[in-house]
């Protein structure tokens, strides 16, 4: 994957745009595939047909969607909890995540990043003013960096092509520009300013190549499919064998549907007793086929780094065992998860950005906001709570309880905790020896 550069002392014009856009328009065919890829339409079913009278099966075992399923429920099955120690932030950053629905927005960003590499978010205002944010694929949608060694980014695009060509728009760190296209090439008009501080579109990516995460195996893929079709098509064979005749010459009307009735006949000698009818069978490569297809599963797992959750060795491991075997989906976890935070702390850094979703006073806070990533595992909530209450007295409550995956939300945990502690208290009073007593309640 191409990353767009652009030298940031030179003008920002249409015919740069129009540049960009062909740059990115040759990226497609590789979007497309694997978008194909993942939707099931694999490239066995595109082949040449067989003759009509041959099997001809196509089967499509989608690996690709199984590999971006399962690790990005692994990833991000349990959403991501953002918080900020001082409550007042906490309280406008929930209402943003919530006027979003982020859970889902981060969701579909994460399958994204695993289809195509990378992936796209956008902050705009709504007609009431407030900050929004939505999801992009990069099949209409490219960011372009600077020549300098931060790569910070220069600009974005979002076009698409229509009836009169392409439309768009274009998006620079302080204001949005129209594309549209005339009859001497594109055409930025109508400007509007923008407050965020720096290009609103933000890049997710899943790793720093921009690779899938089934390109690495997009050939062991292609290939069990085309295994297993043709093992389907042994099997249609075997079920419609020829029928062989030798020693016995048929009439012509039963020749005649010989491919239909699939029987093959050879004559030369009237001697009954050496009549042979018998079915044809080729040799038998049953062995060989379930080994290929073997090796092929065990690849494509291997390569990929994710795991075979389905695999009946996985109910019966234990836990340390577990995690050996989620070891590769888990760093592959832990390389997104920077990703990701790099991309969320641009995301907040603009958002903060704005006086109506931040004091101007704290809108550096983003700098100390607190990202949770959980795996999503099966969980031994009694391993989970043996291991907390050894930590009782050893750590912090706050880390102490931060072993609970049943606890979502360790600071409301803690303050529930004192509620109680102190509800539990009123309900006691002294004696004047200093005994408690338990208050009765009223009658």
């Not at 075992?61 to 349990?78: A, E, L, P, R």
């Not at 062995?287 to 494509?300: A, G, K, P, Y």
């Not at 009782?392 to 905790?417: A, P």
Request: hydrophobic share 35%; proline share 3%.
């Amino acid at each position: 994957m191409v990353v767009f550069i652009h030298p940031s002392e030179e003008e920002i014009n249409a015919e740069v745009i129009d540049k960009f856009i062909k740059l990115h328009q040759a990226e497609l065919p590789r979007y497309n595939r694997l978008k194909n890829l993942y939707e099931s339409n694999a490239p066995i079913l595109d082949r040449e047909a067989k003759d009509t009278y041959k099997p001809d099966n196509r089967l499509v075992v989608n690996y690709s969607k199984y590999i971006t399923d399962t690790f990005n429920g692994y990833f991000i099955g349990i959403p991501i909890k953002i918080s900020h120690d001082d409550t007042g932030i906490s309280e406008r950053l929930d209402m943003f995540l919530t006027r979003n629905d982020m859970d889902d927005n981060v969701a579909e960003l994460s399958k994204m990043t695993s289809i195509y590499g990378h992936a796209f978010e956008i902050l705009y205002q709504n007609e009431l003013s407030e900050t929004c944010c939505t999801y992009n694929n990069p099949l209409d949608m490219f960011i372009v960096y600077d020549d300098t060694i931060a790569q910070k980014p220069l600009f974005a695009v979002r076009y698409q092509n229509t009836d009169d060509g392409i439309k768009g728009q274009l998006f620079t760190s302080d204001k949005e520009i129209t594309i549209s296209e005339g009859k001497d090439g594109l055409i930025l008009s109508d400007e509007k300013p923008q407050y965020y501080g720096d290009v609103p579109v933000i890049e997710y990516i899943e790793n720093e190549e921009r690779q899938s995460i089934f390109e690495s195996v997009e050939t062991q893929i292609n290939a069990y499919d085309k295994a297993i079709s043709e093992k389907a098509n042994d099997v249609d064979y075997f079920a419609d064998a020829y029928l062989k005749l030798l020693g016995m010459e048929l009439d012509d009307t039963t020749l005649q549907k010989i491919r239909d009735n699939r029987i093959i006949n050879l004559y030369g000698s009237d001697d009954v007793t050496k009549l042979i009818v018998e079915f044809m069978e080729k040799p038998n490569g049953d062995d060989s086929q379930e080994h290929l297809l073997d090796r092929l599963e065990r690849l494509i797992h291997k390569i990929s780094m994710v795991a075979d959750i389905n695999d009946e060795s996985f109910g019966n491991a234990s836990g340390v065992a577990l995690e050996f075997k989620l070891q590769p989906m888990k760093n592959l976890a832990a390389m997104k998860e920077r990703k990701f935070t790099s991309g969320m702390n641009r995301r907040f850094k603009m958002v903060f950005n704005l006086p109506t979703n931040m004091e101007v006073s704290k809108k550096d806070e983003w700098r100390n906001l607190n990202y949770k990533f959980t795996r999503n595992i099966p969980r031994n909530i009694a391993d989970e709570a043996n291991t907390a209450s050894l930590l009782q007295g050893v750590v912090s409550k706050e880390t102490q309880l931060s072993v609970l995956s049943i606890v979502d939300n360790v600071k409301q945990e803690i303050e529930r905790m004192n509620a109680e502690i102190e509800s539990q208290a009123s309900d006691f009073s002294t004696n004047p020896d200093g005994e408690f007593i338990i208050k009765e309640g009223e009658e």
